[in-house]
C-alpha cells in the first residue's frame, strides 16, 4: 500500500494563480483531511470530508475550495493564490473520526510570489 | 473552543538520558490525546494516543506518553534517548464536541546530541 500520496511535492506561485493540490489514499478511509503547517503555529485544518461527496470548513477555509468526487480522492483547490498562503500542505485520512489515527501523506510545499 | 500549549520550543538532551515532552490541553468533556512525530521534508507519523482506560500509554519506538486528567496534561517520554529521536514533536487534541476537529499544539524540536 501507497498510504497516502500527494501531487504536487513543490509548487511555485505568482499571486493571482490557482492551482489544485491532488491527495489520494489506498485505505479505504472515509474521512480524508487537508492542512497547512506555518512555523511554530503545528498543523491547522482547512477543509476535511466525512465520505465521497461531502466537504466541510475547518479552522481556515477562507481562499481554499474542496472536492471528494471519489472516495480515495480529495482535491485542494486555490483558485486566486495570495502570498499568505505559502505554506506546506498536509492531507491526511483515517477511518474513523473520533479515536482513529490519521495517517499523513508526505506534503506539498507551496510558494506563492 | 479546545486548544494544546506545548510550553517548549526545543528540548536538548543527550542520548541515553530520559526525554520529556510537555503538553497540555483545553477541551470539553473527555478529550481524545495523541501524539506524533516529523522527521525533516516528511509527514506526520502516529506515534502514540489515548482515548480511555490507563493513563499510562505505550507507543512506537519506545515513546510512551501519561494522560493526567487533573493537570490537563498528556506529557511524551523516553527513558533513554537515541540521536535518531531527534525530531519535532506534535501533540493533539479532540473534544467529543469538535466535530471532526484535531486541534495541534505548535511542535516542540527535540534534539538528542551524542
Known amino acids: 500500500n501507497a498510504g497516502v500520496t500527494q501531487t504536487p511535492k513543490f509548487r511555485v506561485l505568482k499571486t493571482g494563480q490557482s492551482m489544485t493540490l491532488l491527495c489520494a489514499q489506498d485505505?479505504?478511509?472515509?474521512?480524508m483531511y487537508w492542512y497547512r503547517q506555518d512555523p511554530g503555529m503545528g498543523l491547522r485544518l482547512i477543509h476535511y470530508s466525512v465520505g465521497e461527496g461531502t466537504t466541510a470548513k475547518g479552522e481556515v477555509p477562507d481562499g481554499y475550495n474542496v472536492s471528494r468526487l471519489k472516495k480515495q480522492n480529495f482535491l485542494l483547490g486555490l483558485e486566486s493564490a495570495a502570498p499568505s498562503q505559502t505554506s506546506v500542505y498536509f492531507c491526511?485520512?483515517?477511518?474513523?473520526?473520533?479515536?482513529?489515527?490519521?495517517?499523513f501523506g508526505p506534503g506539498t510545499r507551496l510558494t506563492v510570489l | 473552543a479546545q486548544s494544546v500549549a506545548q510550553p517548549e520550543d526545543q528540548v536538548n538532551v543527550a542520548e541515553g538520558n530520559p526525554l520529556t515532552v510537555k503538553c497540555t490541553y483545553s477541551?470539553?468533556?473527555?478529550?481524545?490525546l495523541f501524539w506524533y512525530v516529523q522527521y525533516p521534508n516528511r509527514g506526520l507519523q502516529f506515534l502514540l494516543k489515548y482515548i480511555t482506560g490507563d493513563n499510562l500509554v505505550k507507543g512506537s519506538y519506545g515513546f510512551e506518553a501519561e494522560f493526567n486528567k487533573s493537570q490537563t496534561s498528556f506529557h511524551l517520554k523516553k527513558p533513554s534517548a537515541l540521536v535518531s529521536d531527534s525530531a519535532l514533536y506534535f501533540c493533539a487534541v479532540r473534544g467529543l464536541n469538535a466535530g471532526n476537529m484535531l486541534t495541534f499544539g505548535g511542535g516542540t524540536r527535540l534534539m538528542v546530541k551524542p
Open positions: 485505505m479505504n478511509h472515509e474521512y
Open positions: 491526511a485520512s483515517s477511518r474513523d473520526y473520533i479515536s482513529d489515527t490519521q495517517y
Open positions: 477541551v470539553s468533556g473527555n478529550p481524545y
